[in-house]
C-alpha cells in the first residue's frame, strides 16, 4: 500500500533563518507530488506541484522554493524565513490519472519567531 | 477568479440531529467538486467527488449533492466520531485534477 511521510512534524524558527521540509511517498511510481500550505484563518493554499523529477510549478509567489531530486522526495525550502511563513504545510500525491483525489502526509507545522 | 465559499464556519450540533453543509463555487467550467474531512493537526482525508449537477454519493452518514453552483454534504443522525473540519475544493481552471482550490471549511461539533 502506498505511504506518505513528512518530516519534522512541528519546528520552531527565527525570522531569517533557513527551512528545509521533506516528504517521501512510498508504494507508488511517478505520482504528482505537492505543497499545500494552511495558516490561521485561510483555506489550503497551493504552494508548488510537480509531475517529475526536477519538474516544479509555483502557483503563489514567495520566498519559498521547491526541489524534487527524486521520484519520490519533494522538498520545500526557504532561505530566510519570514513570520507570514507560518502554518500548517501538507504534502501531498496523486497517481496522475486526473481522479481528484489527493493523498496527503501528516503535516509540518511551522512557527516563525 | 475561480472562487469556493463554505457556510457556515462552525456547526454545532446534539448527536442524532441532521443538518447540511454548504459549498459554492464558481469557477470556469467545472471539473469535479471534492469534499475531504481533516481532523485537527492532520491532513485532510479524501470523502468524494462529483462531476455533475444532480450527482449524488453516500458514506455512511454522509451524502454529498451537487448543483450547478452548490453543493452540500448531508449529515444524517450525526454521531461525535462525525466532528471534524470538512473542505470542499474544485480544480484550477486549466490545472491537473491535484491544483485544487480549498474553501475555508466548516468545523462540525457533535456533542452526544
Known amino acids: 500500500s502506498q505511504t506518505i511521510h513528512q518530516w519534522p512534524a512541528t519546528l520552531v524558527q527565527p525570522v531569517g533563518s533557513p527551512l528545509s521540509l521533506e516528504c517521501t511517498v512510498e508504494?507508488?511510481?511517478?505520482?504528482?507530488l505537492y505543497w499545500y500550505r494552511q495558516a490561521a484563518g485561510r483555506g489550503l493554499q497551493l504552494l508548488f506541484y510537480?509531475?517529475?523529477?526536477?519538474?516544479i510549478s509555483s502557483e503563489v509567489p514567495q520566498n519559498l522554493s521547491a526541489s524534487r531530486p527524486q521520484d519520490r522526495q519533494f522538498i520545500l525550502s526557504s532561505k530566510k524565513l519570514l513570520l507570514s511563513d507560518s502554518g500548517f504545510y501538507l504534502c501531498?500525491?496523486?497517481?496522475?490519472?486526473?481522479?481528484?483525489?489527493?493523498?496527503f502526509g501528516e503535516g509540518s507545522r511551522l512557527t516563525v519567531l | 477568479e475561480d472562487q469556493v465559499t463554505q457556510s457556515p464556519e462552525a456547526l454545532r450540533l446534539q448527536e442524532g440531529e441532521s443538518s447540511s453543509l454548504n459549498c459554492s463555487y464558481t469557477?470556469?467550467?467545472?471539473?469535479?467538486l471534492f469534499w475531504y474531512r481533516q481532523d485537527p493537526g492532520k491532513g485532510p482525508e479524501f470523502l468524494f467527488t462529483?462531476?455533475?449537477a444532480g450527482e449524488e454519493k453516500e458514506k455512511e452518514r454522509l451524502k454529498a449533492t451537487l448543483t450547478k453552483k452548490e453543493s452540500f454534504l448531508h449529515i444524517t443522525a450525526p454521531k461525535p466520531e462525525d466532528s471534524a473540519t470538512y473542505l470542499c475544493?474544485?480544480?484550477?481552471?486549466?490545472?491537473?485534477?491535484?491544483?485544487?482550490?480549498f474553501g475555508k471549511g466548516t468545523k462540525l461539533s457533535v456533542k452526544p
Open positions: 508504494g507508488t511510481s511517478n505520482p504528482n
Open positions: 475544493a474544485v480544480p484550477f481552471y486549466g490545472g491537473s485534477q491535484g491544483n485544487l482550490i
Open positions: 469557477v470556469s467550467g467545472l471539473r469535479g
Open positions: 462529483l462531476y455533475s
Open positions: 510537480s509531475v517529475g523529477i526536477g519538474q
Open positions: 501531498a500525491w496523486d497517481s496522475g490519472l486526473n481522479t481528484g483525489e489527493l493523498f
